[in-house]
């Protein structure tokens, strides 16, 4: 899919939730949601799954709400080494239990390059201004400048980071940089 702008509406459902596509297995270039999106698991701007697929050049600029867990701006989850590249989110992102993030919910695996967050993002577990929990694959050259905000008594998170909220040993995460408040 390439070029596609998602300029009105709403866009509401369970599982595998996307202004683009529920569940990516190919390529989504240059598109840009600009509505509310709402969905319990994998739910993300462009899509709630990517599996194998890539995002190149791709903005969100809806607010996403995810009533269970793994949301982000652009893909809630990845699964194959999804590539994620010179995206952006301007949307905030809200997960009622986990794994928020400005660009990737959960990477398992996924090579993000080049993306940037501007988005709030909130949660009680697990959040990443740009990958909440990066399982496998890299973070290469992001920025994040999305505030956080906690859903987690007395404000506190379990597991947050301006760029990656966890990873697994040795996953490298380089020439990133955050200027949002932790």
Do not use: W
């Amino acid at each position: 899919i390439r070029n596609l702008t998602i300029a009105s509406g709403k866009v509401k459902g369970n599982n595998y939730v996307g202004a683009s596509c529920g569940y990516n297995y190919g390529k989504l270039e240059n598109c840009e949601n600009r509505v509310e999106i709402n969905g319990y698991y994998y739910v993300g701007g462009m899509a709630g799954i990517g599996n194998k697929g890539s995002f190149i050049n791709c903005v969100n600029r809806g607010y996403i709400n995810i009533t269970g867990r793994y949301g982000a701006g652009i893909t809630g989850y990845t699964m194959n080494s999804a590539t994620i590249t010179g995206c952006a989110n301007h949307g905030n992102v809200r997960t009622a239990s986990q794994h928020a993030a400005g660009i990737v919910g959960y990477a398992n695996p996924a090579i993000v390059t080049g993306c940037a967050n501007y988005g709030a993002i909130t949660t009680t577990y697990n959040m990443g201004g740009i990958v909440s929990q990066l399982v496998d694959g890299s973070v290469t050259a992001c920025y994040n400048a999305g505030a956080p905000a906690s859903l987690y008594p007395a404000g506190n998170f379990l597991y947050g980071g301006g760029i990656v909220g966890t990873s697994a040993a040795g996953k490298p995460v380089s020439a990133c940089y955050n200027t949002g408040n932790i």
